[in-house]
């Protein structure tokens, strides 16, 4: 038997959303709440899916399912589609499973054609109306149902209103209409070969179809690999009856949140639209009225708005947009679902439901999206008596600083080249997703805070300014003007989508509250962000069982990540250590060095230096453990470029040149540069990230790892004589087999202990290794027989286990996402069933060997919620991040404990 493949609005609920998309099964909700919802039916994501499965072909049964209620809601409505004297009219709509705005198609006024038309100016009384109505069809269906290029309507618009010298569409009159809609007709005609269909049922057919086929539209596909949602999941059609809001003004039509999705305050927000229709709000053509301003028009419908609000508010328990029309003083609700917000709206709202009693203190952690907590510590502009050139609208925060572009393509082609740009737009449309994607903030001069741009800009964390409508965007000529001023292509701008202000030039950025709070600003300290974060960071801290390290290899490096919440050092990379004019110099004389007593001078050098660096180090982590670990790179990476030294001797000779400059280096005797390309020569590798690194280095240079080995303890003992608590622990790296760690723990133990002895201090060492290569994992119960730690380097762990390059994987990384045949970039979130496994064999196999073996990772996952979920299901120790991402790292490893009691408690 065929599957069911419709559902009445009665039929449905909430909990619905892989049957009916989000929309559908919010309707339905809605409809049994016994809010104002106009009659309707959803058409499921299973039938999209057999749709697509079988070459785009409507599942069996489906088209009766469809007529069946159909049927119903003629009935109900005392009216059938498109018929002539008295039309039912329906709008078709996509709704997947996640919200997807702006990205798939919608068609309204399905059931209008020559004839129902009339019966529509007899149903409303009004001729304009209904002919308004019409064109709407005709450009709605012919753009998204029959691929008629959208501008060609758009451009007969204009044409129109210039002929009559008005500027607003409301202006144009039933006569007018009615000459769109021919020339509507004739467009349709001229580009697709056919006519637009009279027949209703026809219509609503193709419309089903065309909102099915848009799942599988370029920008809905990019919108899901962006947001990470399956491609499989399909999208539902809603078909519903239309309620106008363009009938005059006692009509009108808006988007509603129950609290304010910008800033998180606790007060409905929104725009509403006198005499329009939905699609007029999103698509930012008339600058709205903000929605307290709908009492002073429609005073009943407001207080009644109000109250639904509350309601879905409360039923939710979270915070709700609304899309709502107005017929002639009437109320209807045409969709509600949990609303997108900032990140900085989220804490706050959290935080504000969390005092209200709407939830409890565990929801509220666990609602907030780890991977947007870097937005909350966004720039500022700095203080400054900058004026603006202009102002709109506060769509999303952040101050952002760029150089205009006025097309997306622009925008993503300068993004490319690196340069930081502001989009600016009369208005967005889906579009421009790429070009917004890639900007550091979006202008635009029409439109709400709920336009396209606003609401993508939001999604994505990106500043925006939007309906500042002082400025004249030319598109054609790349430049807006406001007042006396114009901005061409290139020029910087500064916006603020915290205040909505727009100026010229570059401003200064500051700092965020949460930063400024950080550094012990007393003022910042009172805002409600502060508390907010302050609230439910020491609740994730408290049910945390992950520990939080950073990866830091300098004194400020630590002092940031202990501001930040880290609770030790997972990754001190020594290789930093080793750059800067006089520490190269000495690498370099250890590399060339043809005898040990040269080889050992060079160490002289380096020690005091090294041993500097972790007096700075441990002093700044006190009593917090440190893990250095020992130098990784092949060491040509100290020394000139193969091909720049080559290409600057050959020149020396050819020129006769007593000296030779490479690259910012300092100038060299000819001679001495060419031995140093020699030995260039010599070190080469064909495949220098399998090549002589890591371990193997200390194996064929003992003395190297023995003067790091030297310097860590030393500086130890000088903190611990000072009164200091240095806890050391010291990681080789690239292990591959127990005899390689064995041999060199052989070599550095009692090179440490001698030293202990030396300094008169007892010093607690860990010794352990990095597991980053696929041998080192499965082996893992061997070499935990001389490794009292793991730290897992996921970057080459993943880099081996792929055999991906990590350096080039850009240039097929792309393809890969987009063919599906990685679900995720494997270098950011851990590939489970890969790497995962991996490193499950390591801790099991590792722990079954040496029980109290502490586990960790310091590959760029650790910063990764996802990737920290992962560790923490594993029974890992700690993660180790960077500094910036020790917050994220924290709330990440709060909520996976959290998760985990949730899940153990249904
Ligand atoms: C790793 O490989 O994951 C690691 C942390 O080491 P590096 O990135 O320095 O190679
Ligand atoms: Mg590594």
Aim: glycine share 10%.
């Amino acid at each position: 038997m065929a599957g069911k493949y419709v559902y009445d609005f009665e039929e449905g609920n909430k909990d619905m959303k892989y049957v009916l998309g989000g929309k559908g099964a919010n309707l339905a909700e809605m409809t049994r709440m016994g809010l104002p919802v106009p009659h309707g039916f959803t058409v499921t994501c299973e039938a999209c899916n057999a749709y697509r499965a079988a070459g785009r072909r409507f599942p069996d049964g489906m088209l009766d399912e469809v007529d069946e209620h159909l049927r119903r809601l003629e009935e109900r409505m005392g009216r059938r589609l498109g018929e002539p004297g008295d039309p039912l009219l329906v709008s078709v709509r996509s709704g997947a499973p996640f919200s997807m705005p702006g990205m798939m198609d919608t068609v309204l006024n399905v059931g209008l054609n020559d004839e129902s038309v009339e019966g529509l100016t007899k149903q409303t009384g009004s001729e304009r109306f209904a002919w308004d109505s019409y064109r709407r069809l005709l450009q709605m269906f012919g753009k998204t149902v029959m691929g008629v290029d959208g501008d060609r309507f758009e451009a007969a618009i204009d044409h129109a209103k210039e002929a009559k010298g008005v500027r607003n569409d409301v202006d144009l009159d039933e006569a007018d209409l009615r000459r769109l809609v021919d020339q509507f007709k004739r467009v349709i005609a001229d580009e697709t070969g056919r006519d637009f269909p009279q027949d209703p049922q026809e219509q609503l057919k193709l419309g089903v179809q065309a909102v099915f086929g848009s799942w599988d539209n370029k920008r809905a596909i990019d919108y899901r690999r962006k947001n990470k949602i399956d491609d499989s999941l399909g999208t539902a059609v809603n078909v519903q009856a239309m309620v106008f809001g363009n009938k005059g003004d006692d009509s009108g039509t808006g988007v509603a949140f129950t609290r304010n999705p910008a800033n998180g305050e606790p007060a409905p927000y929104g725009d509403y639209l006198p005499n329009a229709q939905g699609e007029d709000v999103v698509a930012g053509i008339r600058n709205t009225m903000q929605l307290e301003e709908m009492g002073e028009v429609q005073p009943r419908a407001w207080e009644e708005l109000q109250g639904h609000l509350h309601t879905l508010e409360r039923h939710y328990k979270d915070m709700c947009d609304i899309e709502f029309t107005v017929e002639q003083g009437k109320l209807w609700l045409l969709q509600t679902r949990v609303g997108k917000r900032t990140a900085f709206a989220e804490w706050i709202m959290a935080h504000d439901m969390l005092d209200e009693g709407l939830i409890e203190v565990d929801t509220a952690v666990l609602r907030l999206d780890a991977n947007r907590l870097e937005e909350l510590f966004k720039k500022v502009i700095a203080e400054g008596d900058a004026e603006a050139i202009a102002s709109g609208l506060n769509a999303s925060p952040g101050a952002a600083v760029g150089k205009a572009v006025f097309t997306a393509d622009d925008a993503e082609a300068w993004a490319e080249r690196g340069e930081p740009v502001i989009l600016v737009r009369r208005e967005t449309t889906p579009d421009d997703y790429h070009g917004m994607i890639r900007s550091q903030g979006i202008l635009t001069s029409a439109g709400g805070t709920n336009s396209h741009a606003a609401v993508v800009a939001r999604g994505e964390g990106i500043p925006a300014v939007c309906g500042a409508d002082a400025i004249r965007v030319d598109r054609q000529g790349k430049r807006f003007t406001v007042g006396g001023t114009t901005i061409a292509e290139g020029d910087w701008v500064t916006i603020d989508g915290f205040t909505g202000k727009v100026y010229q030039g570059q401003l200064e950025l500051a700092d965020s509250p949460i930063e400024r709070a950080r550094a012990g600003d007393a003022e910042a300290r009172k805002e409600k962000i502060w508390r907010a974060y302050e609230r439910f960071m020491l609740r994730a801290d408290e049910v945390r069982r992950l520990r939080v390290r950073a990866n830091a290899d300098t004194p400020s490096q630590s002092a940031n990540a202990l501001e930040r919440g880290a609770e030790g050092i997972g990754l001190c990379r020594t290789e930093h250590m080793f750059l800067g004019e006089e520490r190269v110099a000495a690498v370099r004389t250890m590399i060339f060095a043809d005898t040990a007593e040269e080889e050992h001078a060079a160490y002289d050098t380096l020690l005091p230096l090294q041993r500097d660096d972790f007096v700075g180090i441990f002093k700044a982590m006190d009593g917090k453990p440190v893990t250095v670990r020992l130098l990784d790179p092949p060491l040509h990476e100290f020394l000139p470029n193969q091909v720049d030294l080559a290409v600057a001797v050959a020149l020396g000779r050819e020129r006769g040149d007593a000296e030779v400059r490479v690259g910012g280096d300092e100038a060299l005797p000819l001679q001495e540069a060419e031995a140093m390309l020699a030995k260039v020569n010599d070190l080469h590798e064909a495949n220098p990230m399998l090549g002589l690194r890591g371990v193997r280095l200390g194996i064929v240079k003992p003395g190297l790892y023995a003067m790091q080995v030297r310097a860590i303890i030393e500086a130890a003992c000088r903190v611990k004589a000072e009164g200091g608590h240095p806890v050391v622990e010291i990681m080789i790296p690239l292990t591959a087999t127990r005899e390689e760690l064995a041999q060199v723990r052989e070599e550095l133990e009692p090179v440490a202990e001698r030293i202990m002895r030396e300094q008169g201090q007892e010093l607690e060492v860990l010794w352990g290794t990095m597991v980053e290569l696929p041998r080192t994992a499965v082996v893992a119960g061997e070499i935990a027989e001389v490794a009292e730690f793991f730290s897992f380097g996921t970057n080459d762990l993943t880099q081996t286990a792929f055999g991906f390059s990590r350096d080039d994987i850009g240039k097929f990384l792309g393809l890969y996402e987009e063919r599906k045949l990685v679900p995720a970039n494997p270098f950011v979130t851990i590939d489970v069933p890969g790497v995962g496994r991996l490193m499950r064999i390591a801790c099991e196999e590792g722990r079954a060997s040496r029980e109290h073996l502490h586990l960790g990772i310091c590959g760029e996952h650790g910063g990764d919620p996802d990737s920290v979920r992962f560790c923490h299901e594993l029974g890992l120790d700690y993660v180790s991040c960077s500094p910036f991402r020790v917050p994220t790292a924290r709330l990440a490893a709060g909520q996976a404990a959290l998760g985990e009691a949730s899940s153990a408690s249904k």
